[in-house]
Nanobody, 112 residues
Framework: QVQLVESGGGLVQPGGSLRLSCAAS????????LSWYRQAPGKEREWVAS????????SYATSVKGRFAISRDNAKNTVYLQMNSLEPEDTAVYYC?????WGQGTQVTVSS
């Protein structure tokens, strides 16, 4: 069955960086585009970034463009989200998504 397992979240100070990983299994990884979403307390889940199946096309929400970078390693069945210049507003649970399947999420907290 399809599994998406996020890791790499944690507590970081404003201006800091984190790299999230999403390890995938149960499907042909290189055939699918993947996305990251996030959900802050009391807010709707929102799209953050997407990457095409080959990794050649990426797109970002306006709020993270220039600070976050999505990438993938098809040999490792893993998608990444490099997050730089983190702000308290980036605090949320971050989810990996592939066409109807969600991971369990990883908490990112940006606070001094």
């Amino acid at each position: 069955q399809v599994q998406l397992v996020e890791s790499g979240g944690g507590l970081v100070q404003p201006g800091g960086s984190l790299r999230l990983s999403c390890a995938a299994s149960g499907f042909i990884f290189s055939n699918y585009g993947l996305s990251w979403y996030r959900q802050a307390p009391g807010k709707e889940r929102e799209w953050v970034a997407s990457i095409s199946s080959a990794g050649t096309v990426t797109s970002y929400a306006t709020s993270v463009k220039g600070r976050f970078a999505i990438s993938r390693d098809n040999a490792k069945n893993t998608v990444y989200l490099q997050m730089n210049s983190l702000e308290p507003e980036d605090t949320a649970v971050y989810y990996c998504y592939r066409a109807i399947y969600w991971g369990q999420g990883t908490q990112v907290t940006v606070s001094s």
